[in-house]
């Protein structure tokens, strides 16, 4: 009687780890639209690990990252783009990390088709708890545009606050 109960229990947990979610690799390319100063579109190298559902349907579920690079006008703007992310079954859970920024010398139409310096950086730190926000927040705002005429130092704008189950809790400081 042990024996055949060991050997059903055995067979029992080959079978379940058959049909376990197995977490699978993606990585590929997608257009990414992105304005400001340079706006066009770039090609960003998405890697992220997922599921299948039962349904047949893609379920992230681990680290997530978007990066791209693209330079411009013969090299005169560089645009820079990075996400990181954490999944857990289809949910953001954990931090949330993005950087964007452009640098470079390119042209605005002021009417006088003017050179302009681009010097945007955008930051965001977050955190997610099974897909709501929660934690602290941080975003911050360089925007130094500037043309020969008026070189002036870039404004940085910074705003934090705080998030319990989706909610702000505390102060929110801009």
């Not at 992105?34 to 681990?62: A, F, H, I, P, Q």
Request: net charge positive; charged share 20%; glycine share 10%.
């Amino acid at each position: 009687m042990r024996k055949e109960l060991s050997i059903f229990l055995v067979l029992l947990a080959l079978s379940l780890s058959a049909f376990a979610q197995q977490l699978k690799t993606y990585s590929g390319n997608r257009d990414f639209f992105y304005g400001g100063c340079s706006g066009n579109s770039m090609d960003l190298r998405e890697t992220y690990t997922y599921y299948m559902d039962k349904d047949g349907n893609y379920v992230k579920s681990g680290n997530y990252s978007a990066k791209g690079t693209k330079s411009k006008m013969g090299g005169d703007v560089t645009v820079t783009y990075n996400l990181t992310a954490t999944f857990k079954d289809g949910k953001l859970n954990g931090p949330l990390s993005l950087k964007y920024s452009a640098l470079g010398y390119c042209m605005y139409s002021y009417g006088y088709g003017e050179r302009l310096y681009c010097n945007e950086e955008y930051i965001l730190s977050a955190n997610f708890k099974d897909g709501e926000i929660d934690g602290k927040w941080s975003f911050s705002e360089r925007d130094g545009n500037t043309s020969y005429a008026s070189y002036s130092s870039p404004k940085i704008y910074k705003t934090t606050f705080t998030c319990k189950n989706g909610f702000f809790v505390g102060d929110f400081d801009f």
